[in-house]
């Protein structure tokens, strides 16, 4: 089955009609913003909403600033934020290369100049990779309703394949990554052609103090990580002295962390392989940008 079937539309020319509009129609609406993932599921009926609420216009979504208050220091990427502007931003390249790194190899031009932000995170797609980068990055989702606003960690913003911590009456608004002064970062992927999904994917950040280890975090995408992340590695390495032999063990560690299934991408071993393989390369490209070698 290729055609969708029969959806109401409505259009939202703010955050406040949006939600207006989540509330009205109920948990059988869904939002669609670049819908390169949302109309492929409908075209197939993996997904039926009754209707789909258009969310282009909310152009008060769509920043990328530097934030600077007396408690933090942050990147704010708004929801509605589309993938070419994060690749083409000079501020994301100044903080954190990871971010390019994974633009430029997310689908293809026509995806990147539609697909948004909040939709990527929202999608929770396994595959991902906007999400694995967060996750390393341990940024944190704002979430919007009508009763205020809440901030969830992006580790901790999927609940499953396919889904997430959102109410129904909620929309992501915006999503924080803290600034890290000295921050070296990196995104390594394996993929079967040029735009595909991943096979395997890792992110990695790093904050040197000389050769040791301040600060890290990494993050997969295809692999069945719990949360996206690689949690005994980032332990593992954080006071350490980045030595070839911790680079290996952290990889050790996070291929411990992954449970991969086997498809048609490749079986089990080979993506715990990768992951390995993926999180000492991306270890060592954040390393290096982090003590200006590249």
């Given at each position: 089955m290729q055609t969708p079937a029969p959806v109401d539309y409505a259009r939202a020319h703010s955050v406040d009609e949006a939600l207006d509009m989540l509330e009205r129609y109920g948990p059988d609406s869904r939002l669609i913003a670049g819908g390169h993932s949302l109309i492929p599921m409908m075209r197939l009926r993996i997904a039926q909403p009754e209707r789909v609420i258009d969310i282009n216009d909310l152009h008060d979504l769509d920043y990328i600033r530097a934030i600077s208050t007396a408690d933090a220091n942050y990147l704010a990427i708004g929801a509605m934020t589309r993938h070419r502007t994060v690749l083409a931003s000079p501020v994301i390249g100044e903080h954190y290369a990871i971010l390019h790194d994974a633009e430029r190899v997310i689908a293809d031009p026509i995806v990147r100049n539609r697909g948004t932000v909040g939709g990527s995170l929202c999608q929770a797609d396994p595959a991902e990779d906007l999400t694995a980068v967060l996750s390393a990055l341990r940024a944190d989702a704002v979430i919007s309703s009508r009763n205020g606003s809440r901030t969830v960690p992006v580790r901790e913003l999927g609940d499953g394949p396919y889904q997430t911590v959102l109410d129904d009456a909620e929309i992501l608004t915006e999503v924080r990554i803290p600034i890290r002064p000295g921050v070296g970062s990196a995104y390594q992927k394996v993929e079967r052609r040029t735009g595909d999904w991943a096979v395997a994917a890792?992110?990695?950040?790093?904050?040197?103090?000389?050769?040791?280890?301040?600060?890290?975090?990494?993050?997969m995408a295809a692999l069945g990580a719990e949360h996206g992340c690689a949690p005994d590695a980032e332990e593992?390495?954080?006071?350490?002295?980045?030595?070839?032999?911790?680079?290996?063990?952290?990889g050790r560690l996070a291929a411990a962390a992954c449970h991969p299934s086997a498809d048609q991408r490749g079986p089990v071993a080979y993506k715990r392989h990768l992951a390995d393989e993926l999180t000492r390369r991306a270890l060592r490209r954040a390393a290096d940008r982090a003590q200006g070698r590249i």
């Open positions: 890792v992110g990695a950040y790093l904050v040197l103090d000389g050769d040791t280890v301040r600060d890290v975090g990494i993050g593992y390495l954080r006071g350490h002295e980045l030595t070839a032999d911790a680079i290996e063990e952290a």
